[in-house]
Antibody, heavy 125, light 107 residues
Framework: QVQLVESGGGVVQPGRSLRLSCAAS????????MHWVRQAPGKGLEWVAV????????KYVDSVKGRFTISRDNSQNTLSLQMNSLRGEDTAVYYC??????????????????WGQGSLVTVSS | EIVLTQSPATLSLSPGDRATLSCRAS??????LGWYQQKPGQAPRLLIY???NRATGIPGRFSGSGSGTDFTLTISSLETEDFAVYYC?????????FGGGTKVEIK
């Protein structure tokens, strides 16, 4: 079965950096786009970034452009999110999610299915 | 950016009731609308994609309808495990966005 396991969350001061990872198993990782979606405490969901199956395409929500970088290592079945210049409003649970359909069907996978269990990032001094 | 507005914010119902959740888009999203369920302390789960297609393993009591700007998620007869928060999401353009959610709670 598909498993997505995030790691790397924690408490970080404003302006500092943090790197999240997502270990994938149970499917052919290199065939699917991968996403990051976040959820601030007690709030709704916000899509953050997507990377195509081969890393050739990326998209970001405006609020993280220039600060966050999504990447993947298909040899290690790992997705990453490098977060720089962190702000208080970046405090959230960060979920990685697999594209619902293979990139051969649509490069960003259409929907998010399934999701990992999430990793909490707290930006605070 | 397309804004998705969900209503009501909270729906108080009893097991066996029919639940009707609404999602309205600020501009047409064609048929590129999906729904997710999130239970406390859990990650969201894809329920419905492209308006009316149930995701793998989703029971038949969940159905979706609509087009353009107005969409509905219907749960025909609520089971206890259906009490949760439901989010709609579009994939019509960038950025992908979610609605604010509807909480279905036990009356």
């Amino acid at each position: 079965q598909v498993q997505l396991v995030e790691s790397g969350g924690g408490v970080v001061q404003p302006g500092r950096s943090l790197r999240l990872s997502c270990a994938a198993s149970g499917f052919t990782f290199s065939d699917y786009a991968m996403h990051w979606v976040r959820q601030a405490p007690g709030k709704g969901l916000e899509w953050v970034a997507v990377i195509s199956h081969d890393g050739s395409n990326e998209k970001y929500v405006d609020s993280v452009k220039g600060r966050f970088t999504i990447s993947r290592d298909n040899s290690q079945n790992t997705l990453s999110l490098q977060m720089n210049s962190l702000r208080g409003e970046d405090t959230a649970v960060y979920y990685c999610a697999k594209g619902h359909v293979p990139s051969a069907t649509n490069w960003y996978g259409n929907w998010f299915d399934p999701w990992g269990q999430g990793s909490l990032v707290t930006v605070s001094s | 950016e397309i804004v998705l507005t969900q209503s009501p914010a909270t729906l108080s119902l009893s097991p066996g009731d029919r639940a009707t959740l609404s999602c309205r888009a600020s501009q047409s999203v064609s048929s590129y609308l999906g729904w997710y369920q999130q239970k406390p302390g859990q990650a969201p789960r894809l329920l419905i994609y492209d308006v009316s297609n149930r995701a793998t393993g989703i029971p038949g009591r969940f159905s979706g309808s609509g087009s353009g700007t107005d969409f509905t998620l219907t749960i025909s007869s609520l089971e206890t495990e259906d009490f949760a928060v439901y989010y709609c999401q579009h994939r019509a353009n960038w950025p992908l966005t979610f609605g604010g959610g509807t909480k279905v709670e036990i009356k």
